[in-house]
């Protein structure tokens, strides 16, 4: 009787990925445009982090008793791939995703103007100098311990309360080692929406390098949940889980 329904967790799911995507990816183009012409500093990366943090506890707290507040299509596959999630909603909560990412994106322009599409709108990507099994391995080990700390926290024996707090840190953590190389996206969503958006606004963007990303996320996400389920299972979960497809 209480729980929400589908269009609302969907929407809910749009507009917690739009808040990751305007309040994280947007620090990019606005630390740029504050610093003019000096360079990119560890102090810079730090505050980009933490606004990446500062968004995925917000959303966790305010947004996450409606519809999980998965906002990372990696979350969702994970979940999914270890049962703890229904495989007929996701296509629905990705493309939710996916729309929340462009609508962040777009709003980054919105506010920032033109100059954020020039700046390169936050676009994770990788250069030159970094190849394809490098740029893999930073998203998959980034993506990886992101998806086990959601699985961690929101554990059944785990601290109730601490979730949002939790998997912020992670993320502001993850992104430091990982955005050198890539960009630290992490996010399947984030990746293609500042991408398809910086496209349609005459951006330079590298399509190439989407499939690197996608599948080092998704595939990070699917065996974070395995490990995490083959590391926590008990013979109470095996119990529980039978019972549950006997009263099925």
Not at 112 to 122: F, I, Q, R, T, V
Not at 152 to 163: D, L, N
Not at 171 to 184: D, E, Q, R
Request: proline share 6%; glycine share 12%; no cysteine.
């Amino acid at each position: 009787m209480d729980d929400n329904s589908l269009a609302q967790r969907l929407g809910t799911e749009l507009l917690g990925t739009a808040i990751l995507v305007f309040v994280g990816v947007g620090a990019v183009p606005a630390t740029l445009i504050v610093n003019g012409t000096a360079p990119m500093t560890m102090a810079d990366l730090g505050m980009i982090s933490f606004a990446f943090a500062a968004a995925v506890v917000a959303t966790v707290y305010a947004l996450g008793p409606i519809s999980g507040n998965h906002i990372n299509p990696a979350v969702t596959v994970g979940l999914a791939a270890t049962g703890r999630f229904p495989w007929s909603l996701v296509p629905a909560y990705v493309a939710a995703q996916l729309a929340g990412a462009v609508l962040g994106a777009a709003a980054i322009l919105g506010v920032l103007g033109p100059k954020a599409s020039d700046l390169g709108l936050g676009v994770a990507t990788y250069g030159p100098g970094i190849g394809v099994p490098q740029a893999f391995l930073a998203e998959f080990v980034g993506t990886f311990i992101l998806v086990l700390t959601v699985f961690g926290v929101t554990h059944r024996k785990a601290a109730p309360g601490f979730a949002g707090l939790a998997i912020g840190l992670v993320v502001f953590g993850a992104i430091i080692p990982v955005a050198p190389i890539t960009g630290a996206s992490i996010n399947p969503a984030r990746t293609a929406g500042p991408m398809l958006v910086q496209q349609l606004a005459g951006g330079q963007v590298n399509f190439a390098q989407l499939p690197v990303y996608l599948i080092a996320e998704l595939s990070a996400g699917v065996l974070a949940g395995l490990v995490y389920l083959a590391l926590s299972r008990t013979a109470a979960d095996r119990t529980t889980k039978a019972a549950q497809e006997v009263a099925s």
